[in-house]
């Protein structure tokens, strides 16, 4: 039981714990954002500026009752539930949030702040993503209605339609970054062109960070891509059946699944850690700064914008986005043989 | 002391697991699963062997395998799709005559 | 030490799953099943040094085909498997021969007209291949440990992809071109 052993055991479970008060945080931080959007005022009545409502709804829908159709697969209707939310929080563990850091001398070799470290991360990433489609099609499948039903087929058709652009725009970043891990590729983005602009991806590959946020954005089932979840044609979707804890885990999967894309995005696109001003050990601020700019942002177009109408969704993600990925990742790879960046 | 005999035997059961579900069952879509773990302990046997001769072909003949299988797949469960809409049945021997 | 366990613990999962695979009579909980063999097999193949084999597999295999078979088994709501139990219980009876002629109204029905005779001849086949393949895979060469792998990188895979194996490659995706015209030509409802 070496420190290192010991501080990575930590670092797993405080990865863990950190992912669900960020379910909580987001909670708050959408209700209070979409009623500054919409000029009112939100939740304020629990706890001081209403900073208490997520441990209210965490109560409620601990003590609701736990309903499940007699029509309904036992086995499946219990089993997905579990899969969205371990498929959400398995995906962040490759993620790296922060430089080498030695916690104040404790460990002489330098703890990695990132759960697994594999050299394949980008695409287990993505591998997990596609694994989060069962979540999704069981939970429909296995409450034997017909909404649900409706909201899982075209939520999953939905999510493996976006899953090829979301898969190009990495693919883009690995052709500049030749590397398929993701500490490699923040590395890369250490320092600054001209002295003041940093060496982020985005520069570099504009589409490509367009591509993968709205991919990402249709992967996680929000708007303006959330029609299978919209309240008014398909009552709650894959999850009407579902009540209490089962409800609290798919809620969690979404928003946790919110934080992986964010965070994934993070550390290809905006130079993860890397930041003025403040020391290398410092950088998992700046990290979380830029997440938390990212999650805005998605909670900005999810009060903005209308919700595309499933066709047009479906059409928008092969006749569009699909030709932008590919002809991106032509130019990249032209850009890389012949110019050399 | 895990040898690449281990490997080829695990494979070895996988292959003929998947040969007796597509003896044994009477359901086109299980058997097209079984297809498919034959195919998966074809996969195991040539990562194996990639492994033991130190060479990275074995990776890239999986990566020509598996592009095949969903190929394969694709093809053999829109057969599935036209079958069933013409008998309602998913049983192989529903479909033992050539008359309509 | 570790590795050694952990090839066990792969190996009991892909079997057992496989084996409930072709045992189980709702074709969904196949799908399942078969997912978690899927799983167990990228474990081995981590194992057998090959991680960017176990993550394709993941990709491909556990998250792209067999969607692909569980969406099929959703959309025809696939029936189960008709034993000799359910058919007595509806009342439809298996016809007395084996080899006689269907009529028009038999066929229409599903009955396992293969009874228990030919599926025991077919698992003691698959045995007699189990037991040629043991013999035939684990003689004849130096049996012994792994070496010390050539670890081969992603780059070095993606580098003999596009040399050697590059006519291969070309092929393959006309062939996966050619075989999603197919799929959708053949599963297309004929136009009335």
Redesign the interface.
């Given at each position: 039981m070496t420190p290192l052993l010991i501080a990575q055991i930590v670092l797993t479970l405080f990865v863990f714990v950190t992912l669900l008060s960020s379910a909580a945080v987001m909670v708050y931080v959408e209700r209070k954002v979409a009623a500054m959007l919409q000029q009112r005022l939100g939740p304020y009545l629990v706890g001081p500026k209403g900073l208490l409502q997520p441990l209210a709804d965490v109560v409620k829908l601990l003590f609701k009752e736990e309903l499940r159709p007699r029509a309904a697969d036992a086995w499946l209707f219990g089993l997905a539930p579990v899969i969205s939310a371990a498929c959400a929080f398995a995906a962040f563990a490759v993620v790296p949030f922060g430089a080498d850091t030695t916690l104040f001398g404790l460990i002489p070799e330098g703890l990695r702040l990132q759960v697994a470290d594999v050299n394949v991360a980008i695409l287990v990433v993505f591998a997990i993503a596609s694994m989060s489609v069962y979540g999704i099609v069981l939970a429909g499948w296995s409450s034997n209605s017909k909404y649900s039903l409706l909201g899982a087929l075209r939520s999953s058709a939905q999510m493996i339609s976006y899953e090829l652009s979301y898969g190009l725009a990495l693919a883009s970043v690995l052709v500049i970054a030749n590397s398929l891990s993701l500490t490699d590729i923040v590395n890369r983005q250490d320092g600054s062109w001209l002295g003041f602009i940093p060496r982020w991806l985005v520069f570099v590959q504009p589409i490509g960070f367009v591509v993968y946020m709205i991919a990402g954005i249709a992967e996680t089932n929000r708007a303006p891509f959330d029609f299978p979840e919209a309240e008014q044609e398909l009552v709650a979707g894959y999850h009407t059946e579902y009540s209490s804890m089962s409800f609290a885990m798919f809620f969690l999967a979404e928003y946790i699944n919110m934080v992986t894309v964010s965070a994934v995005a993070t550390d290809l696109f905006l130079g993860g850690w890397h930041g003025p001003l403040l020391p290398e050990s410092l950088g998992w601020i700046w990290f979380l700064i830029k997440v938390a700019a990212i999650l805005f942002f998605y909670v900005w177009m999810r009060w903005t914008l209308p919700r595309y109408r499933y066709d047009q969704l479906m059409r928008f993600g092969w006749k569009v986005l699909l030709p932008i990925a590919v002809v991106n990742l032509l130019v990249t790879a032209a850009g890389v043989l012949y110019v050399g960046i | 002391m895990v040898t690449i005999d281990h490997y080829l035997v695990l494979s070895a059961v996988l292959f003929a697991i998947g040969t007796a579900g597509v003896f044994v069952r009477r359901n086109l879509i299980t058997i097209l699963l079984s297809i498919e773990i034959m195919l998966n302990a074809v996969n195991l046997s040539f990562v194996a062997f990639g492994r033991a001769l130190g060479s990275g072909d074995g990776q890239l003949i999986v990566f020509f395998v598996m592009t095949v299988a969903a190929a394969e797949a694709a093809v053999g469960l829109a057969i599935v799709i036209g079958l069933f809409r013409h008998r309602q049945s998913l049983n192989p021997d529903s479909f033992m005559t050539l008359k309509w | 030490m570790g590795?050694?366990t952990l090839?066990y613990v792969f190996?009991t999962i892909?079997?057992a799953s496989?084996?409930m695979?072709?045992g189980?009579r709702n074709?969904?909980?196949?799908?399942?099943l078969?997912?978690a063999?899927?799983g167990a097999?990228s474990g081995?193949?981590v194992l057998?040094?090959?991680?960017?084999?176990a993550?394709?597999?993941?990709?491909?295999?556990?998250?792209?085909?067999m969607?692909?078979?569980?969406?099929?088994?959703?959309?025809?709501n696939?029936?189960?498997?008709?034993t000799e139990e359910d058919l007595a219980r509806l009342g439809i009876e298996p016809p007395a021969s084996s080899d006689g002629?269907?009529d028009a109204n038999q066929?229409?029905i599903?009955?396992?007209?293969?009874g228990r005779g030919p599926?025991r001849?077919?698992?003691v086949?698959?045995?007699g291949?189990?037991v040629e393949?043991?013999w035939a895979?684990?003689k004849g060469h130096e049996?012994?440990?792994?070496?010390t792998?050539?670890v081969?990188s992603?780059?070095?895979?993606g580098r003999?992809?596009y040399s050697d194996?590059a006519f291969?490659f070309e092929v393959?995706s006309v062939?996966?071109l050619?075989?999603?015209v197919?799929?959708?030509?053949?599963?297309r409802?004929e136009p009335r």
């Open positions: - | - | 590795s050694e090839f190996g892909a079997i496989s084996l695979v072709i189980q074709p969904v909980y196949s799908v399942l078969l997912i063999s899927f097999l081995l193949y057998l040094d090959a991680p960017f084999v993550v394709i597999q993941i990709i491909v295999y556990a998250g792209a085909i969607v692909l078979f569980l969406f099929v088994v959703m959309l025809l696939a029936p189960h498997e008709d002629q269907l066929a229409a599903v009955y396992p007209r293969i599926a001849f077919g698992m086949l698959a045995l291949l189990l393949l043991w895979l684990t049996t012994g440990a792994f070496g792998a050539a081969s992603v780059a070095a895979l003999s992809l194996y291969a393959t062939l996966i050619v075989a999603m197919g799929a959708v030509l053949i599963a409802r």
